[in-house]
């Protein structure tokens, strides 16, 4: 099992140009979800999905789009990026009835907006 | 709404010291709490978590327990080792309907001298 994978690792961008960062689970998880870290304000959660086909806005949702075409895979879209876009993003997963379950995250992706 | 706060960090300790980082919530009816770890260049692992009121979670010497009196949920360790070196962070997920949704404090650095 490799658990959560998201690549790249790291990444710059220029204001404006577009990039998606990819997360894949090889778990079964129904429930994957989306957070930025930053200093000062542990994670917060930007987008997730209770399944295939299905897709929710989270607390920071402005600037990014998502889908989920399978249950494994969930892509992380920035059409515009912009320097407040700078962050560390982890993807996580877990089952469906995971309120009390633990959430498995991938090793994150760091993003620089120049 | 719902939120986690968490006292604030960098913590330095010895080896061998007696470690607490304060962590205190407020939600409505009966959340779910976590403390996450981050080690560095890593993602985050959920380390210990507690379902209802008065549960002792409990992992790698770590401690926390659930009390709803006080909306507290304060990680305790006996004796620190360098090792446990990382990021630390307080989280609350709710049941039904928020399956999955963590609601994170903003983590506390420990950093422990030989």
């Known amino acids: 099992n490799a658990g959560v994978t998201q690549t790249p690792k790291f990444q710059v961008l220029k204001t404006g140009q577009s990039m998606t960062l990819q997360c894949a689970q090889d778990?079964?998880?129904?429930?994957m979800s989306w957070y930025r870290q930053d200093p000062g304000m542990g994670l917060r959660l930007i987008h997730y999905?209770?399944?295939?086909?299905?897709?929710d806005q989270g607390e920071v949702p402005n600037g990014y789009n998502v889908s989920r075409s399978t249950t494994e895979d969930f892509p992380l879209r920035l059409l515009s990026a912009a320097p407040s876009q700078t962050s560390v993003y982890f993807c996580?997963?877990?089952?469906?009835?995971?309120?009390?379950?633990?959430?498995?995250f991938g090793p994150g992706t760091r993003l620089t907006v120049l | 709404g719902n939120s986690v706060t968490q006292m604030e960090g960098p913590v330095t300790l010895s080896e061998e010291a007696f470690l607490t980082i304060n962590c205190t919530y407020t939600?409505?009816?009966?959340?779910?709490l976590f403390w996450y770890v981050q080690y560095p260049g890593e993602g985050l692992q959920l380390l210990l978590k507690?379902?209802?009121?008065?549960d002792k979670g409990s992992n790698k010497g770590f401690e926390a327990t659930y009390r709803k009196e006080t909306t507290s949920f304060h990680l305790e360790k006996g004796s620190v080792q360098v090792s446990d070196s990382a990021v630390y962070f307080c989280?609350?997920?709710?049941?039904?309907?928020?399956?999955?949704?963590?609601?994170f404090g903003q983590g506390t650095t420990l950093q422990v001298k030989p």
């Open positions: 996580a997963s877990t089952t469906i009835s995971g309120a009390h379950n633990e959430q498995f």
């Open positions: 778990m079964n998880h129904e429930y």
């Open positions: 939600a409505t009816g009966y959340p779910s």
């Open positions: 989280a609350l997920s709710h049941g039904s309907g928020n399956t999955g949704k963590l609601i």
């Open positions: 999905s209770v399944g295939a086909g299905i897709t």
């Open positions: 507690a379902t209802k009121a008065d």
